[in-house]
């Protein structure tokens, strides 16, 4: 009996979600995302747990590949320059909303620092400003 639609497309972004959580926890256990500015992963694991982990973590994107497969599930496809699109226009409403106009909605805010914030901003808004108008061009 085949799956239907639906249920073939919760199931494709179950698979989809695991593999991401999955890549993302190998990246911390290797190390790859450590060296974030504004977020820090503390290692703490010793390598032979660090080892374990991973091995688990290979297994369990066997096991999800494996299902992925054995249910004839379809991957999501999508284009570079949809990708792109999409992430610069989130970035782009993360940064509107960061402005010091915005940000006096969770307090008072001194007109220094206010302009201070909005230097900062406004330099992100014109660099993502240059991404987008170069994804466009």
Partial sequence: M???SNHKRILSVTARKVETTLNEMEEIL???LSKNKTA????DYNEE???E???VIERIRTENERMFDELSLKPLELTEERVI???SANLWTILIDSSSVHLKNYGALP???AAEIDFHIDNLLTSLEILMKTENA
Avoid: F, H, T
């Avoid at 820090?40 to 290692?43: K, L, N, Y």
């Fill in 111 to 113: 007109d220094e620092k």
């Fill in 49 to 51: 747990k660090r080892n």
């Fill in 53 to 55: 982990l991973l091995k």
């Fill in 2 to 4: 085949e799956l239907s």
């Fill in 85 to 87: 699109k999409a992430k």
């Fill in 30 to 32: 290797k190390g790859k």
């Fill in 40 to 43: 820090q992963i503390i290692p």
